[in-house]
């Protein structure tokens, strides 16, 4: 508490100080990765990971060691050092916990390891059916292997089954799965009851989409304009203008019927400087939708990729940007594609 106070203070020397002697006394995750996160904002990548090392020597209690490595393999994706996380996400999810099976199938992904990243699915798939059932027929869908026929009954099983009470982000699952179907209604019933909940502009991207795709021009310009309205009437307080630039620039193009390579470059950036990479994936799929309509499949070809290969993607617009690459190459990647820094994409983790 004391190294919180500090560090709020900005006396960051004595902040590591004080959590250094609080691990000292009691080696707990939190501790250790509130000291990671202070030598990150230093960027002395060195004492992170002497830290971390000296950390994972200590005997272990109450899973200290399975939140480290997650978390040390989610830094290493994030620097675009995938082969680095590696050896962590797989001690992690010896655990087999819902988390490290999911996270280990992700950087084996990255690293092109395609039967190996499956594998870990699969086991998040079957061991966690009521969390990750859907998940092993989603890996399919975004690289274009595996056993999509297996895949898919678990993932008809999961979605058969009720999930509870209907939030927003059940309705986007559902209308993604939809879409994966190829069941476009459905898909435009489910992302319709999403904007229900509050107005955005990835559901109201996907009605838009699905509505002039079904030639229904009436409910995608009354998507639009309700997306509109609300951002003139009440914009969200905590929205960043990076988003917002972003957000509207890909909602203005869904009125265009061309785009320039200039405009391409210039909403492109807008994308790329959105702090958040979860919704800086959704909008590179969304861009790469719009692109692939106005003719511009190149241009759409890279943004699907960007969607795809982000380290904190948004997992469900990853899937459906990959989907795309998948019926445009037969397979999202190529087999010896391995991710790399050069594709990073994006404001920068720090180092």
Same mark, same amino acid.
């Given at each position: ?8 203070? $900005?006396?960051? =020397? ?26 990150? =904002? ?14 994972? @020597?200590?005997?272990?209690? &109450? &899973? ?6 997650? =978390? ?13 996380? /590696?050896?962590?996400?797989?001690? !992690? ?16 992904? $990255?690293? $092109? ?19 990750? $059932? ?14 999509? !026929? !297996?895949?898919?009954?678990?993932? /008809? ?21 939809? #879409? ?33 795709? !079904? ?13 509109? /309205? ?11 203008? =990076? ?6 620039? #890909? ?21 790329? @400087? ?18 692939? %309509? ?10 699907? %990729?960007?969607?795809? #290969?982000?380290?904190? %993607? ?13 019926? /445009?190459?037969?397979? &999202?990647?190529?087999?010896?594609? #391995? ?13």
């Amino acid at each position: 508490m004391l190294g919180e106070k500090y560090e709020k203070m $900005g006396s960051v =020397e004595d902040a590591i100080r004080c959590i250094h002697q609080s691990l000292e006394l009691n080696p707990r995750f939190e501790a250790a990765s509130q000291l990671a996160a202070l030598y990150l =904002e230093q960027r002395d990548r060195q004492s992170w990971e002497t830290m971390w090392e000296a950390f994972l @020597q200590l005997p272990d209690n &109450s &899973s200290n060691h399975y939140f480290a490595q997650l =978390e040390i393999a989610d830094a290493y994706c994030g620097w675009g050092e995938w082969q680095n996380a /590696k050896p962590y996400i797989l001690e !992690a999810a010896q655990v087999w916990g819902t988390i490290s099976l999911y996270q280990a199938s992700f950087v084996l992904e $990255g690293l $092109g390891e395609w039967k190996q990243s499956e594998y870990w699915m699969t086991e998040a798939t079957t061991n966690y059916p009521s969390h990750y $059932g859907y998940a092993w027929y989603y890996w399919c869908r975004r690289t274009g292997r595996g056993n999509l !026929a !297996a895949a898919l009954e678990h993932a /008809k099983a999961y979605f058969a089954n009720p999930l509870g009470k209907p939030t927003r982000a059940s309705q986007v699952l559902q209308g993604s799965f939809a #879409v994966l179907q190829d069941d476009r209604d459905t898909a435009r019933a489910a992302y319709a009851k999403a904007l229900d909940f509050y107005p955005s502009y990835t559901c109201t991207l996907m009605v838009s989409k699905l509505a002039r795709e !079904a030639l229904d021009t009436e409910t995608h310009q009354r998507a639009i304009a309700a997306l509109r /309205k609300h951002y003139q009437e009440s914009p969200p307080d905590d929205e960043s203008p =990076e988003l917002t630039k972003a957000g509207m620039a #890909v909602v203005d193009l869904t009125e265009a019927q061309q785009v320039s390579d200039e405009q391409i470059e210039q909403i492109g950036t807008l994308i790329q @400087q959105v702090p958040d990479s979860p919704t800086r994936s959704a909008l590179a799929y969304f861009f790469g939708c719009e692109l692939d %309509r106005l003719g511009k499949e190149t241009a759409a070809l890279e943004y699907w %990729r960007h969607a795809l #290969v982000l380290p904190s %993607r948004d997992h469900i617009y990853a899937t459906l940007a990959g989907h795309e690459l998948c019926l /445009k190459k037969t397979t &999202s990647r190529q087999d010896d594609d #391995v991710l790399g820094k050069d594709d990073l994409w994006g404001p920068a983790t720090a180092e």
